[in-house]
């Protein structure tokens, strides 16, 4: 099965810009999305298709993905973007889900 | 408005059963394909279930396999998944999410907590 690796933790200042990636054989052949989740509430997607933002996503959110690495990109971090960070695909020949294991984002 | 909401979870002992349930409103529940994703206390998002928009097609991760079914109700906007066998290792927070057609989960509900101890 498809396997999908983040980092567990990245440490970032206000203001700065946040990387967060996802490592996948040949990831970059396919559809990366991405979803933030803070304490004690549901998943939301804020990134999907690689780089595109869904309606009300701010477009500090942006991310980009190519050869064995998609990547999640926060401009200006805000407290409030503190959270853990998931990315995911589909598997189209398995017809299954695939989430990394996250990245806990903390905003010092 | 999309809403999604989840009920069913409780707390069960093992080999025990359990029936959620997803009430969808605020779209076309019968155009979109769902998926069931759960989450263990302190754990990452694990996918579980799909059924497409039709439910002529269901698939399943592998720790479910045989133990679990998803299914949808068409009239009343209902998504399912029955839960049989069950094992401490499916206590989690499962959440019901809807499958956007960039094949993301594009809108989640809140989630509904099983525990089986």
């Known amino acids: ?108 | 408005e999309v809403q999604l909401v989840e009920s069913g979870g409780a707390s069960v002992q093992p080999g025990g059963s359990l029936r959620l349930s997803c009430s969808a409103s605020g779209f076309s529940f019968n155009r979109y394909a769902m998926n069931w994703v759960r989450q263990a206390p302190g754990k990452g998002l694990e996918w579980i279930a799909y059924i497409s928009s039709t439910g002529s097609t269901v698939s399943y991760a592998d720790s479910v396999k045989g133990r679990v079914t998803i299914s949808r109700d068409k009239v009343d906007d209902f998504l399912f998944l029955q839960m049989n066998n069950l094992g401490v290792e499916d206590t989690a927070v499962y959440f019901c999410a809807s499958h956007g057609f960039n094949y993301d989960f594009d809108y989640w509900g809140q989630g509904t907590l099983v525990t089986v101890s």
Do not use: M
Not at chain 1, 29 to 51: C, F, I, M, T
């Open chain 1, 1 to 108: 099965s498809y396997v999908l690796t983040q980092s567990p933790s990245l440490s970032v200042a206000p203001g700065e810009t946040a990387r967060i990636t996802c490592g996948g054989n040949n990831i970059g052949r396919r559809s990366v999305h991405w979803y933030q989740q803070k304490a004690g509430q549901a998943p939301l997607l804020v990134v999907n298709d690689d780089s595109d933002r869904p309606s009300g996503i701010p477009e500090r959110f942006s991310g980009s993905n190519s050869g064995n690495t998609a990547t999640l990109i926060i401009s200006g971090v805000e407290a409030g973007d503190e959270a853990d960070y998931y990315c995911q695909v589909w598997d189209s020949g398995t017809n299954s889900g695939v989430f990394g294991g996250g990245t806990k984002v903390t905003v010092l």
